[in-house]
């Protein structure tokens, strides 16, 4: 086989994976949002949750506790996440410690989230006495992504080619200064890609959820309050009622929350991107 053959083979199976994906998600999406469309209206966005087994009420306490939850989490996510990424990028030294932290957060990566839960409900419900509430579940969350922030964004800085850095610390700047005017304006594409994938697995997680938050249907007054989410109060719809249109109303509402935050964060890191790069 000649390599114009090869060539020509290689971007069939790429297009046509690329091609099979995209329809799949496509098709997911639209079987959502045409069954749970029609069931949604004011009253079942404004009205709490009053479960039974017709699954009566709406979802505002479970959009209240997605909002709390995802604010909460990507609060106290992002800075020690990004942090520890560009220490093992730019400061550690590659000895047998850094290894092993390296090592260390892979295999945290691959752990369950219902590890996490169980870790959660026992430090942080019952040890710490947070009860079941979102600020539970949202340490819990950090817990269970910082890993994955982590990894994103060592790598993203280390894609950073060298002759950036090396330009930069010729003209006089300092090595701190070359990180924040020079390497994370190229890294922060990737950086923000790991920040939404964290986003959207806080808004979708479950597991380690029904074990900190508590599930309450009552509307959240602080963050000591129990609650729940869009994605734990589907999880009741579909195993605890027959209400499968309102199971589906509520993907349908999930769906258009994770597409509202996912462009909220593109748009956000493209205006920040800009700004450190010196533009208006």
């Not at 947070?130 to 992504?145: D, H, M, R």
């Not at 900190?212 to 734990?232: N, V």
């Amino acid at each position: 086989m000649s390599a114009k053959t090869e060539q020509r083979v290689a971007k069939v199976f790429i297009w046509g994976g690329g091609a099979i994906t995209v329809t799949i998600l496509i098709g997911i999406v639209l079987y959502v949002l045409i069954q749970g469309l029609p069931v949604i209206n004011i009253e079942f966005l404004t009205t709490p949750p009053q479960g039974g087994l017709t699954g009566e009420g709406g979802i505002s306490t479970a959009i209240v506790g997605t909002l709390y939850l995802l604010g909460i989490t990507l609060a106290i996510l992002v800075v020690p996440g990004i942090g520890a990424g560009i220490y093992l990028a730019e400061y550690a030294r590659d000895n047998r410690l850094t290894r092993a932290v390296r090592y260390a957060v892979e295999v945290l990566a691959g752990v369950p989230s219902i590890v996490f839960g169980l870790f959660g409900f026992a430090l942080f419900v019952t040890a710490l006495h947070f009860n079941f509430s979102i600020l539970s579940g949202a340490l819990t969350l950090v817990c269970l992504l910082l890993p994955t922030l982590i990894r994103t964004t060592e790598e993203s800085i280390r894609a950073v080619p060298r002759s950036y850095r090396e330009a930069s610390l010729a003209m006089g700047a300092s090595k701190w200064q070359t990180i924040v005017r020079v390497v994370l304006p190229a890294a922060l594409p990737g950086i923000m890609t790991g920040v939404i994938l964290c986003a959207g697995r806080i808004v979708e997680e479950t597991a380690c959820l029904y074990v900190t938050m508590g599930g309450s249907s009552g509307m959240p007054t602080s963050l000591l309050s129990p609650g729940r989410t869009l994605s734990l109060h589907l999880y009741y719809l579909v195993s605890d009622t027959r209400a499968f249109d309102k199971a589906m109303a509520t993907g349908a509402v999930l769906i258009v929350i994770i597409i509202i935050v996912n462009a909220l964060t593109n748009w956000l890191s493209h205006r920040f991107v800009v700004k450190m790069r010196g533009g208006k």
